[in-house]
């Protein structure tokens, strides 16, 4: 796993074709391009500069296992590098059985080349074992950090539903608000609307009682005017009155007199006339 590599950078090629040498029957081959044959013949074993050996010639593409080599795993996937694995057995073998002297000193330094090699391999192993702590605890804190996203986006969830819910009953109580708001409307305009009609009824009835006082009065001040001229008229009509009883009354004071005069004459009259019917029954009875 990329996450679980040192930060070290990546072992020289002559490292990786010494391992690679040294893993020569591990299965499962991968083919590995990359280095000119030779270049990686020169860099492996130090014989760049030995015209004894002919090797060029006799290397070929071969593929190898580079899944158990611990520095692989350290190296990209993608980075092709050309190896030959099996270089001693198809190359240098032919050569050991010559018992020409350049080929000794390559048998002199192949035993220095392992021990370094495995040193180098204890030390990879080692620093991959490291790399994989770190890769476990870096997966266990994103075990830890996914569980806790889960809770979270769970949580998260939960709230979402719960605002839904939320959502719901206010949409709802907003749509009974809105229905009691247009109804309230409707009864407000209905109610505007008689008390407009009731306001012009009542402008109506105040014009109509307003005409109506005006005629009255018109009518009143008419009559006013025409009993104050029959008033005139009677009150001159009284005085008229008035001065014919003076008169008659003047006039009856003399009546008064001769009244009174021929009441009493009539009064004497009287007694005298019972007293002759009295004197004339007393003379009748006897």
């Known amino acids: 796993m990329a996450g679980s590599c040192p930060a070290s950078p990546p072992p020289a090629p002559q490292v990786l074709l010494g391992q690679a040498a040294l893993h020569l029957f591990i299965p499962q081959p991968v083919l590995v391009l990359g280095l000119a044959l030779t270049q990686m013949q020169n860099l492996a074993l130090g014989f760049g500069k030995s015209p004894g050996i002919p090797l060029g010639p006799l290397l070929e593409l071969v593929q190898i296992s580079l899944d158990g080599i611990l520095s692989f795993k350290c190296v990209n996937s993608t980075t092709q590098l050309g190896v030959i694995c099996r270089l001693v057995q198809r190359t240098v073998d032919p050569f050991v059985t010559n018992e020409d002297s350049s080929m000794d000193p390559f048998f002199a330094v192949m035993p220095l080349l392992v021990t ?18 770190v890769r476990q605890g870096l997966e266990y804190e994103l075990a830890v950090a996914r569980k806790g996203a889960h809770l979270k986006m769970c949580t998260a969830e939960e709230e979402l539903s719960d605002a839904k819910n939320k959502l719901v009953e206010l949409q709802v109580f907003n749509e009974n608000l809105q229905q009691k708001v ?13 008390w ?3 306001q012009q009824r009542l402008a109506r ?34 005085q008229n009155i008035r001065k014919k009883l003076r008169d008659v009354e003047v006039e009856h004071s003399g009546c008064n007199e001769v009244l009174r005069c021929q009441a009493n004459e009539l ?3 009287t007694e005298r006339e019972k007293k002759l019917k009295k004197e004339l029954e007393a003379k009748e009875m006897f």
């Open 116 to 133: 370094n090699y495995e040193k180098q391999i204890i030390k990879l192993r080692s620093e991959f074992e490291r790399g994989e702590a």
């Open 182 to 194: 247009t109804e309230t409307e409707k009864t407000f305009l209905n109610a505007r609307r008689k």
């Open 196 to 198: 407009e009609e009731e």
């Open 205 to 238: 009835a105040k014009d109509d009682i307003s005409r109506i006082y005006n005629d009255e009065y018109v009518f009143l001040l008419k009559e006013r005017n025409e009993v104050e001229t029959i008033l005139l008229e009677l009150n001159n009509e009284l």
């Open 267 to 269: 009064k004497c009259s």
